[in-house]
């Protein structure tokens, strides 16, 4: 690993101080509407500021069945009737196992410097069973094409594909045993490629694998339990531990994180208490259940209230909450909108989850009677409204609550936008929206670290168009376009300007800011008023 790479993930210095052991309140804040002087002009970003981009192992490799990969939930799942949009599956998706050297250099050509990526579990530990050979290999070749790239490997564990066999034998994350089943398959990882991966993080949005996986229904393995939900979230948690404390014990210097999802949750009506516990229970179900365990080594006394029926404290054994808190290196922070909550439904909500036929139901176990209200902000195709200041307190609020009292990096880990993306007669595609979209979170990220907050990379979600989970290929959020039928990449108009950003390690000034656009029922363009 050359020398710009390792200052880069550099962790010397870093306090690893042990968690305080007292979980914090909901405090709501308050949009910010006041222009900065990051809002306009060219935003220079601090020196070593790492710019990267991010896939997950699903969505991109393909060869779900070859070279010993097995099963993983998500193979599963995709075959349920009505769960996917189109039944659509990651058998092919984009043929990454097969391609990810042209994908490498195609990165390399763009000055990304930094790639997030995931690996299988289904395909490392087939059936959860022997570690197959064949599965260590296709990462030994990915991580020496990086770095003869001079691409910096950012590794994640776990992005939800547990091998199925785990889930239809063991009862997945529902069972205790798979947060030590999880540690294990961390240490092959790290025996195989831990001498040239210094990156290293454990799960990612652990929030999405348990509640929409085991409460929700929404995603595999396609549950609807609030009590297994429930217990799955503090066994992902566990697991987390568990893989930090092995690969501390292997490699004191490495960093070692998680990422996690957040969404600002302000009140509808800051005057109205209703709308206040509204929003603290879902800021409690989505942001709180991780990040004060992890972060802090305690759950949030409101929290375990909201869902003390459903069981969540049967699971929390002795020692647990220290094992859960075990000091980090790095927090991955993936956001994408923010939401006003209310206690009251609104008229006419903004629908972001995938139109299919399976019946599913509310992921939040303590949300009932909270509502998420439009706001009449723009909206990307998925109808997420577009809301950069949202990032920029975020970023605040980990700084002061959770990471900088412990030392702890902050790193944007996934940040996009799914838009209709209209191809040209020669395949290109002018995405003004979503490099737009791109262009006003980095200026908000640049308020943020101008604030203090200690944020250290950003990483576009995705790189390539890829397989959307419940929206199949309906969906694209990449830099770069894929034609799912010849596997054809074309970079986009805001795959070059990022490039463009990472090599000068700035945002350039706009000569003009395009309204975020959406779709009309007849496919048409028209822009979202914000009135």
Same mark, same amino acid.
């Given at each position: ?49 790492? =710019?990267? +981009? ?23 799942? +995709? @075959? ?38 995931? !690996?299988? =579990? ?31 490997? =950012? ?22 045993? !798979? ?137 929390? @054994? ?25 206690? @009251? ?10 139109? &299919? ?111 959307? =989970? ?30 463009? &950003? ?30």
């Amino acid at each position: 690993m050359t020398q710009e790479m390792t200052l880069n993930v550099k962790t010397t210095g870093t306090l690893r101080a042990p968690a305080p052991g007292i979980a914090l309140p909901y405090t709501p804040t308050a949009p910010r509407t006041t222009p900065t002087s990051n809002t306009a002009g060219t935003v220079p970003f601090p020196d070593g500021f790492l =710019w990267g +981009a991010a896939t997950a192992a699903y969505q991109v490799e393909g060869a779900a069945h070859e070279d010993g990969r097995e099963d993983s939930v998500w193979d599963v799942f +995709a @075959k349920v009737p009505g769960a996917v949009l189109g039944q659509e599956d990651g058998e092919v998706a984009c043929d990454q196992y097969h391609r990810y050297p042209a994908d490498v250099a195609l990165m390399k050509d763009l000055g990304i410097k930094a790639y997030r990526f995931s !690996t299988s =579990w289904a395909r490392v530990v087939p059936g959860g069973r022997e570690v197959n050979p064949a599965g260590l290999a296709y990462y030994d070749r990915l991580v020496d094409e990086l770095l003869g790239a001079n691409i910096l490997p =950012w590794l994640t564990l776990y992005h939800w594909d547990l091998p199925q066999a785990i889930e239809a034998e063991s009862n997945g994350w529902v069972n205790r045993d !798979t947060a030590y089943r999880f540690r294990d398959y961390a240490v092959t990882m790290h025996e195989a490629i831990g001498d040239r991966v210094d990156v290293w993080t454990t799960l990612n949005e652990p929030w999405c694998a348990a509640f929409l996986g085991y409460t929700g229904g929404q995603h595999a393995p396609g549950r609807q339990s609030r009590e297994d939900g429930l217990a799955a979230a503090h066994h992902l948690s566990l697991g987390h531990g568990l893989a930090v404390e092995a690969l501390r014990e292997r490699a004191p210097e490495a960093n070692l994180g998680i990422t996690l999802n957040f969404e600002v949750e302000d009140p509808l009506n800051p005057d109205d208490p209703a709308d206040v516990d509204a929003a603290r229970r879902l800021d409690g179900g989505f942001t709180r259940i991780f990040a004060d365990p992890i972060l802090r080594g305690a759950y949030p006394e409101d929290v375990l209230e909201d869902v003390r029926e459903y069981g969540l404290e049967r699971h929390i @054994k002795e020692g647990d909450l220290e094992i859960i808190s075990t000091p980090i290196d790095s927090l991955g922070v993936n956001y994408y909108h923010g939401n006003a909550v209310s206690a @009251k439904p609104a008229e006419r909500p903004l629908e972001g989850g995938a139109p &299919v036929t399976r019946p599913s139901s509310s992921p939040f176990p303590g949300g009932d009677g909270a509502y998420t209200h439009p706001r009449g902000l723009p909206v990307t195709d998925q109808n997420w409204e577009v809301q950069p200041e949202g990032l920029t307190r975020l970023l605040l609020r980990l700084q002061q609550d959770y990471t900088g009292p412990r030392g702890i990096a902050l790193y944007v880990t996934e940040n996009g936008s799914a838009y209709e993306d209209v191809a040209g007669p020669d395949g290109s595609v002018d995405d003004q929206d979503r490099l737009e979209f791109i262009d006003v979170h980095l200026r908000a990220v640049k308020d943020a670290i101008d604030e203090g907050a200690d944020v250290r990379g950003y990483f576009g979600w995705s790189l390539l168009d890829n397989y959307e =989970w419940a929206w199949g290929y309906g969906k694209r959020f990449g830099l770069v376009r894929v034609d799912f039928e010849t596997q054809e990449r074309t970079v986009k108009a805001s795959g070059r300007w990022y490039g463009q &950003v990472a090599r000068a390690n700035a945002v350039p000034e706009r000569s003009a800011t395009p309204m975020p656009h959406t779709s009309d029922d007849n496919g048409g363009d028209k822009a979202v008023s914000k009135a």
